[in-house]
């Protein structure tokens, strides 16, 4: 008899939830929007708010005549503790397994295109504390919440022995579990190496089931429409979003003679992509 499963993806950076259906290739899919989950009420919300109302309809809708489905919960673990509370308190005879996941997300780029600097950003955004381990070929960043899990791959020098290099990385780090693939742009040229072009499209392509998009960081001196919709073209409108991960003091100066600050943008935007596929 086969059982239902469900991924609840928790986004800490926004504080909204996602749900994934478990295809028969074995292939997360974001509930179309027709799905009762999809709307805002089960969207915006928390586990603490709601874990009975959310189990309720996964129930309902994905459990019937007691089958079974099986919950991923990707998120802080105090948060699955909520979840799994619920389960115990008031579904423990529905057949209703849960277990607890993190969302993993790789950061790939050139070197000196701020990796390290969005990974921060975000994790400052809620003031998460990250703890980090260095690796052969990329250091992990991870905190004891569980809110996520950062691989920043050794930053690349152009060269097709490198790019192999990164490219090999990546596919390694998913052999243990990967949610999604940013590959960072630096704002400040907004120049694309054909080989990069190269890269991003073997990502795309190797990774398909991955969430994969394209970061512009550093995007603090011009508009960089014209770059987001050139990487649009060749990757067949892959996510592009610019991005500034802390604030950058400037040269110019305000009325009262002080710096003119440009504040971080763009950060909830990808974690909006990475944990909500929107």
Same mark, same amino acid.
């Given at each position: 008899?086969?059982?239902?499963?469900?991924?609840?993806?928790?986004? =800490?950076?926004?504080?909204?939830?996602?749900?994934?259906?478990?295809? @028969?290739?074995?292939?997360?899919?974001?509930?179309?929007?027709?799905?009762?989950l999809?709307?805002? &009420?089960?969207?915006?919300t928390? %586990?603490?708010?709601?874990?009975?109302?959310?189990l309720?309809?996964?129930?309902?809708i994905?459990?019937?005549?007691?089958?079974?489905?099986?919950?991923?919960?990707?998120?802080?673990?105090?948060?699955?503790?909520?979840?799994?509370?619920?389960?115990?308190d008031?579904?423990?005879? &529905?057949?209703?397994?849960?277990e607890?996941?993190?969302?993993?997300?790789?950061?790939?780029?050139?070197?000196?295109?701020?990796?390290?600097?969005?990974i921060?950003?975000?994790?400052?955004?809620?003031?998460? #504390?990250?703890?980090?381990?260095? &690796? #052969?070929?990329?250091?992990?960043?991870?905190?004891?919440?569980? &809110?996520?899990?950062?691989?920043?791959?050794?930053?690349?020098?152009?060269?097709?022995?490198?790019?192999?290099?990164a490219?090999?990385?990546?596919?390694?780090?998913?052999?243990?579990?990967l949610?999604?693939?940013?590959?960072?742009?630096?704002?400040?040229?907004?120049?694309?190496?054909?080989?990069?072009?190269?890269?991003?499209?073997?990502?795309?392509?190797?990774?398909?089931?991955?969430?994969?998009?394209?970061?512009?960081?550093?995007?603090? #001196?011009?508009? %960089?429409?014209?770059?987001? @919709?050139?990487?649009?073209?060749?990757?067949?409108?892959?996510e592009?979003? =610019?991005?500034?991960?802390?604030?950058?003091?400037?040269r110019?100066?305000?009325?009262?003679?002080?710096?003119?600050?440009?504040?971080?943008?763009?950060?909830?935007s990808?974690?909006?992509?990475v944990?909500?596929?929107?």
């Open positions: 008899m086969k059982r239902n499963s469900i991924k609840i993806v928790s986004n =800490p950076y926004t504080n909204k939830m996602q749900y994934y259906f478990k295809n @028969d290739i074995g292939e997360w899919k974001i509930l179309l929007e027709d799905s009762p999809s709307r805002q &009420h089960y969207t915006d928390s %586990m603490e708010e709601s874990a009975n109302e959310i309720e309809k996964i129930d309902e994905y459990n019937r005549k007691n089958k079974g489905v099986d919950i991923l919960f990707e998120g802080a673990t105090n948060r699955y503790k909520c979840l799994q509370k619920a389960v115990n008031h579904f423990a005879d &529905h057949n209703i397994q849960c607890l996941g993190t969302t993993k997300i790789a950061v790939v780029g050139k070197k000196a295109v701020g990796k390290t600097a969005l921060e950003g975000l994790e400052e955004l809620r003031g998460f #504390q990250l703890s980090k381990a260095d &690796h #052969q070929n990329y250091v992990q960043y991870f905190d004891n919440l569980n &809110h996520d899990e950062w691989f920043e791959v050794s930053g690349i020098d152009l060269g097709k022995e490198n790019i192999e290099k490219f090999q990385t990546v596919k390694k780090i998913a052999e243990n579990g949610s999604a693939v940013i590959y960072c742009i630096s704002g400040t040229s907004g120049r694309i190496e054909d080989i990069e072009k190269e890269l991003i499209m073997r990502l795309i392509k190797e990774f398909s089931a991955l969430k994969v998009m394209v970061v512009l960081t550093m995007c603090y #001196q011009a508009d %960089m429409q014209e770059t987001a @919709d050139e990487i649009k073209r060749f990757t067949n409108q892959v592009v979003v =610019p991005t500034l991960a802390k604030e950058y003091k400037t110019a100066r305000n009325e009262n003679g002080a710096s003119v600050v440009i504040e971080p943008f763009g950060l909830e990808v974690a909006a992509y944990f909500e596929e929107r």
